[in-house]
């Protein structure tokens, strides 16, 4: 039986939050995208530097997942201002679902959602909201089979690619979700 464990990160995860993010992005997103806009995008949202103010942002909040003492991925929420569109204080954003593929099918996914519902509903939030990639349908079906419907699209820039996500969420103050 594997032992999942999950933890809010801290500043001495940056280099693993980086490592676990690079790796993740390339293992999902190579396939459909050109080398040279993943390497672009990758090289801006993937730095030290930026994984660190996202982590030192109190409106941002990181959590690793742990697979018997070993780091196999992380969950990026925000509230407020740190929100990537919509920025209602009523809300939470779950920007980042990430796990390394020989981990996933392990349900470390399904705890990493469940645990953003807990936040949220801690925080009195009255949904959560998050963007996925219309080809991702892996994701897209993660997602409704947890609850959340589709209610816009927005165009998110790979590089110089414009690709558009679909954006969910799930109500909070539905008797069902709570």
Request: proline share 2%; with cysteine.
């Amino acid at each position: 039986m594997d032992n999942i464990g999950i933890r809010k990160a801290n500043q001495s995860d940056i280099e693993l939050l980086q490592n676990i993010g690079r790796q993740t992005f390339f293992e999902k997103f190579t396939e459909n995208n050109s080398e040279e806009n993943m390497l672009q995008y990758a090289s801006e949202a993937y730095t030290f530097e930026k994984i660190a103010s996202e982590v030192n942002n109190p409106n941002s909040q990181f959590y690793l997942a742990n697979l018997n003492n070993q780091a196999v991925g992380y969950l990026k929420i925000n509230f407020g201002d740190a929100q990537t569109e919509l920025q209602d204080p009523q809300a939470l954003e779950l920007e980042r679902i990430y796990v390394v593929k020989e981990f996933q099918g392990r349900k470390i996914g399904q705890f990493l959602f469940e645990k953003t519902l807990e936040i949220a509903r801690q925080a009195k939030c009255n949904f959560v909201w998050l963007g996925v990639w219309e080809e991702n349908t892996g994701a897209i079906k993660f997602y409704l089979k947890n609850g959340l419907k589709a209610f816009s699209k927005h165009i998110f820039m790979l590089s110089d690619d414009p690709q558009t996500d679909i954006m969910m969420k799930i109500e909070l103050n539905n008797p069902k979700t709570n």
